[in-house]
C-alpha cells in the first residue's frame, strides 16, 4: 500500500541549528514522485521540491538540502542554519501511477519551532 | 502570475446547513483537486477533475459532498446536511496535467457548530 511515515512529530530547534526531517515511503510502484511542501501558519501549501523515482541525485537548494535514498526508502529534507521563518508545519507527499499518478499522499507532517 | 484562490476563507455554518466552497485554479491548470485537512494531519485527496470531467471522487466521504467543475476552470465543492464530523480545512490545487506538481490554495477553513 502507498503510505508515507513522517514519525517526528514535531521538532525544536534554537535559530542557526541544522534540522533534519524524516520521511520514510512505502510504494508497489518503480515510478513515483517524492514532495515535500511547507504549512506555515498562513496555512497555505507551500510546494518546495519534487523528484522522481529514477534521479537519486541530492538536491540543494539555498538553505535546504534534500537525501533521497531508495534503498531506504526516505526521502530526509535538511534545513541548514535555519531561521525563524522556517517555523512551520512541513510535509512529505508521494504520488504514483498505483495511485492514478494525480493523487497525492500526504504524511501527518512535521512542526518546526524555530527559536530565536 | 495569481495562484490559486479560495472562497470564502472561513465559513462557520450550523448543524445541518449546506455550504458551498468555492476554487479559482491557476489559469490555465487543466487539472484541479480537492482535498480534507484535519486539525494536526495531513491532506487528504476528496476528488479530481481534469477540465470539466470529474474522473476521481473515490476520496469523497459520503454522497452529501459533491463537486463541480462546469466549465472547465471554477470548481465548487458543496457539502449537504453538514455534519460537526466535516469541520476541516478544505483545501483545492490545480497543476498543468494530472502528474504535474500541484499547487494548492490557501483553503477554507470549515466550522460546523
Known amino acids: 500500500a502507498q503510505k508515507v511515515t513522517q514519525a517526528q512529530t514535531e521538532i525544536s530547534v534554537v535559530e542557526k541549528e541544522d534540522v533534519t526531517l524524516d520521511c520514510v515511503y512505502e510504494?508497489?510502484?518503480?515510478?513515483?514522485?517524492l514532495f515535500w511542501y511547507k504549512q506555515p501558519p498562513s496555512g497555505e501549501l507551500v510546494f518546495l521540491i519534487r523528484?522522481?523515482?529514477?534521479?537519486?541525485q541530492n538536491e540543494i537548494s539555498g538553505r535546504y538540502s534534500w537525501n533521497f535514498q531508495k534503498s531506504t526508502s526516505s526521502f530526509n529534507f535538511t534545513i541548514t542554519a535555519s531561521q525563524v521563518v522556517d517555523s512551520a508545519v512541513y510535509f512529505c507527499a508521494l504520488s504514483d501511477a498505483y495511485t492514478g499518478g494525480f493523487k497525492t499522499i500526504f504524511g501527518a507532517g512535521t512542526r518546526l519551532f524555530v527559536k530565536a | 502570475g495569481a495562484g490559486v484562490s479560495q472562497s470564502p476563507r472561513y465559513k462557520v455554518a450550523k448543524r445541518g446547513q449546506d455550504v458551498a466552497l468555492r476554487c479559482d485554479p491557476i489559469?490555465?491548470?487543466?487539472?484541479l483537486f480537492w482535498y480534507q485537512q484535519a486539525l494536526g494531519q495531513g491532506p487528504e485527496f476528496l476528488t479530481y477533475f481534469q477540465n470539466e470531467a470529474q474522473l476521481d471522487k473515490s476520496g469523497l466521504p459520503s454522497d452529501r459532498f459533491f463537486a463541480e467543475r462546469p466549465e472547465g476552470s471554477v470548481s465548487t465543492l458543496k457539502i449537504q446536511r453538514t455534519q460537526q464530523e466535516d469541520s476541516a480545512v478544505y483545501l483545492c490545487a490545480s497543476s498543468y496535467g494530472k502528474e504535474e506538481t500541484q499547487y494548492f490554495g490557501p483553503g477554507t477553513r470549515l466550522l460546523v457548530l
Open positions: 489559469s490555465g491548470h487543466v487539472s
Open positions: 523528484r522522481n523515482s529514477f534521479d537519486e
Open positions: 510504494t508497489r510502484d518503480t515510478t513515483y514522485y
